[in-house]
């Protein structure tokens, strides 16, 4: 199975500032990557999907990019809702895998 | 507007085996996969395996030999079952809609492995 990698485990951010996670995978997953949030107590919910669209309803300061076995999650301003967990995850081949999460929190 | 909700036992004896059910609202369950996936406390996300609406099925290599999954379209449900838990199956427990990522989510379900 292909093992995700997300760093840093922690990034801690002032609210406006821009944050920046990263993801790798272990082989090329070509773009489908996918990356979601998670608050406490809540399920994730879908950001991005094929490595750069986002989903329905997500804000513009959301972006993602890369292909292959190296992709970007961008917070371009960090707003106090967006403090929270974030998870890459795969879906190239079986099984999906995600990563292990990197937590954004307030600086 | 889909939405999805886990229901089912939030306690099962070691050796058991774990049943929930996924109820859909707002959409037909027909013509999408619909995935299991678990979070232990604090903790990553586990795909657990899905299954399409005509009942065809794919497994984590991981569980495959304790899950099964089944569809029932006339009432809009999903079904999962882990045989022989244990304590490191205790988990919240999550539908999701699969498209290749996950779109909608159920609120999930603590399942709580102990005797």
């Known amino acids: 199975e292909i093992v995700m990698t997300q760093s840093p485990a922690t990034l801690s951010v002032s609210p406006g500032e821009r944050a920046t996670l990263s993801c790798r995978a272990s082989?090329?997953?070509?773009?489908?990557l996918a990356w979601y949030q998670q608050k406490p107590g809540q399920a994730p919910r879908l950001l991005i999907y094929?490595?750069?669209t986002r989903a329905t309803g997500i804000p513009a300061r959301f972006s993602g990019s890369g292909s292959g076995t190296e992709f970007t999650l961008t917070i371009s301003s960090l707003q106090s809702e967006d403090f929270a967990v974030y998870y890459c995850?795969?879906?190239?081949?079986?099984?999906?895998?995600f990563g292990q999460g990197t937590k954004v929190e307030i600086k | 507007q889909v939405q999805l909700q886990e229901s089912g036992p939030g306690l099962v004896k070691p050796s058991e085996t774990l049943s929930l059910t996924c109820t859909v609202s707002?959409?037909?369950?027909?013509?999408?996969?619909w995935s299991w996936i678990r979070q232990p406390a604090g903790k990553g996300l586990e795909w657990i395996g899905r299954?399409?609406?005509?009942?065809?099925?794919n497994y984590n290599p991981s569980l495959k030999s304790r899950v099964t999954m089944s569809v029932d379209t006339s009432k809009n449900q999903c079904s999962l079952k882990l045989s022989s838990v244990t304590a490191a199956d205790t988990a919240v427990y999550y539908c999701?809609?699969?498209?290749?990522?996950?779109?909608?989510w159920g609120q999930g379900t603590l399942v709580t492995v102990s005797s």
């Open positions: 999701a809609r699969q498209f290749g990522p996950f779109d909608y």
């Open positions: 707002g959409g037909s369950i027909s013509s999408y996969y």
């Open positions: 299954i399409y609406s005509s009942g065809s099925t």
């Open positions: 082989q090329s997953v070509s773009s489908n």
């Open positions: 094929g490595a750069s």
């Open positions: 995850q795969h879906y190239n081949n079986w099984p999906p895998t």
